[in-house]
């Protein structure tokens, strides 16, 4: 006969009342095993053993009603054996060619994207997967935490704590034993963006651990679907590159003094196989992005910030979309951090075919006499317009700004690091 084997995972949480702790219980047969604490800590363990399965089964349903009537909710969590290694699944699945140097490049970024996570919760890497102190986040407990951010965004005082509290029972973590102030984990602009690129990178984990369930059939799709190809210096293609680089610094950009280091020519199949240059107007730009963040667009490439969850991202002045530039040490700053966040000695660039089709430009404050003239943005591209071409002098920047809002407009050509 088979043992009976079920799981209930609760927590707890109320900021005010200094209260965030989390109740499991595992029946097994004819035994339950209850462990309890504090979220981040091992917490306490008893064990009880029953006459029979069903006496086990009764008394565990009695005991999580009542941790429910008290107010404590199931978690948002999945298996925490179920998710692959990520450094694994990267390796294994990024087409490099087993050159060193790439191999090297995404042990880099892997460690990256894991440090970023690391540093702004309690997420660990365990037996080299991501995961809460209460285990990996489910994709519905995400999509649920996106709504709480959008409404916290627009909370005032009164009702911040109830948002927090709500927020920290789908994404738990370790806040200490002192009472906390919900403000300070979610109360600027800046937090909230951060908890926004949070559950970014960990709905790529969850993919991870929804594509390996499915690897059952046989058709599975790969995690990633990309190729690295490093180019020799001295080519044909580092060459025009560097030169493309070279003719788009700005001696007045802190960024300006970095050079070319390497180049890999990349393809992400996903946005290459989808890129719709019937649009026309295919240019060449650049895009700068933090080395946190490159591991999930080798994944799943670009994804617009804000259009989905409704969390504005701050200095986006022509709307939710994605930015280029064809001066490239604007787009190097972002990679800098001159732009905002924490600078780094290795920067990185995309550069990118984006088709841009029919452009808006927008006038703005302190343009010239053309600028003066011309509509301000609203916040949404004017119909009939494919893209936004934010043109220095004229749309109240200092620097050429080109946006599209569908990244069908874009494919990912080459990959270019910066030292």
């Keep these: ?131 809460t102190p209460l285990g990996p986040v489910t994709s519905e407990g995400l999509d649920e935490a996106e709504k709480l951010l959008v409404l916290m965004s627009r909370a005032d005082n009164t009702n911040i704590f109830d948002l927090a509290n709500q927020y920290l029972r789908i994404i738990p973590r370790n806040i200490g034993r002192n009472r906390i102030d919900p403000n300070a984990l979610f109360g600027t602009q800046a937090l909230l963006e951060a908890e926004q690129a949070l559950i970014d990178s960990l709905r790529a984990v969850v993919k991870d651990a929804e594509q390996k369930a499915a690897a059952q059939s046989q058709a599975a799709p790969p995690v990633f679907a990309t190729k690295l190809e490093l180019i020799q210096a001295g080519d044909t293609d ?31 199949d996903a946005m290459a196989d989808n890129f719709d240059q019937k649009i026309g107007n295919v240019k060449e730009l650049w895009h700068g992005t933090k080395d946190a963040n490159l591991l999930s667009i080798l994944k799943n490439g670009y994804v617009i910030a804000g259009r989905n969850s409704g969390i504005h991202i701050s200095g986006r002045m ?9 001066q490239s040490t604007k787009s190097l700053n972002y990679t800098t951090g001159f732009w905002g966040g924490q600078k ?29 003239t011309l509509p301000r943005f609203t916040g949404k591209l004017p119909k009939g317009y494919d893209s936004c071409f934010a043109k220095a002098g004229t749309s109240g920047v200092i620097n050429n ?19």
């Design 238 to 268: 580092w060459k025009r590159v560097s030169k493309y680089y070279r003719n788009g610094i700005n001696r007045n950009h802190v960024s300006s003094r970095m050079e070319l280091h390497s180049v890999w020519k990349m393809r992400i």
């Design 318 to 326: 022509f709307g939710d979309g994605m930015y280029f530039s064809d």
């Design 344 to 372: 780094s000695q290795r920067a990185f660039m995309l550069l990118n075919d984006v088709a841009m089709g029919k452009e808006y430009i927008p006038g703005g404050k302190g343009g010239n006499g053309v600028g003066r």
């Design 1 to 131: 006969m088979t043992a009976t084997k079920v799981e209930e995972r609760l927590i707890y949480t109320d900021l005010n009342a200094n209260n965030n702790k989390f109740w499991h219980i595992e029946q097994n047969d004819t035994t339950l095993t209850a462990n309890w604490g504090r979220v981040g800590d091992a917490g306490q363990r008893k064990v009880y053993v029953f006459d029979s399965a069903t006496s086990a089964e009764a008394a565990m349903q009695k005991q999580v009603a009542a941790k429910l009537r008290k107010g404590y909710t199931r978690q948002h969590t999945i298996s925490s054996n179920v998710a692959p290694p990520v450094t694994f699944v990267a390796k294994v699945q990024i087409d490099h060619g087993n050159d060193p140097e790439t191999s090297a490049l995404i042990d880099f970024l892997v460690k990256r994207n894991i440090h970023k996570i690391e540093g702004m919760t309690s997420i660990r890497l365990e037996a080299g997967r991501l995961t």
């Design 401 to 419: 700004e080109m946006i599209v809002y569908d990244t069908r407009q874009i494919n990912p050509t080459y990959l270019c690091e910066f030292r």
